[in-house]
């Protein structure tokens, strides 16, 4: 059995690993009561930052957790070959379409944020918004034997 340890990822591993965008877990907290879910996003290496579209149905729980101003932690892993993993922890700020101009418009129409339906519900009656992740953090792990 090979022994193997995780090390610290430098920037230019961790923008690989994120590159445009893809899949991953957000996390967030309301007191003592933690909520995570899957989700798309995209990322802006320019920006160093997350785009995050989150589909509400009229009774989502997640409602109570995904709100403006709020602190969320987002994880994406890799495990194709060698584990990889980061973690970028921040505040989710809600970005309206007439606010998506310039630089942000043209860094979110080349993400690549995968639209995948989960929900029972049909998209004609959930409402949908998108999030902009500013990280105070963002840190990676790979691992090597």
Known sequence: MTDHQSHAMDDNEIGALL????????????????YAIPISYGYDDDAEAFYIRCGFAPDSEKRRFVDDGVTASLVITDDTG????????????????????????????????????????????????????????????????
């Open 82 to 145: 060698t584990w990889r993993s980061v973690i970028a922890r921040g505040q989710l700020t809600e970005i309206s379409e007439p606010a998506i101009e310039g630089g942000a418009a043209q860094s979110i129409r080349r993400m690549n944020i995968p639209y995948v339906t989960i929900h029972e519900t049909p998209a004609t009656a959930m409402e949908f918004e998108l999030y902009r992740l500013d990280p105070e953090s963002v840190t990676g792990r790979k691992e090597q034997p």
């Open 19 to 34: 590159g445009t965008g893809g899949t991953g877990v957000i996390a967030f907290a309301d007191e003592d009561e933690p």
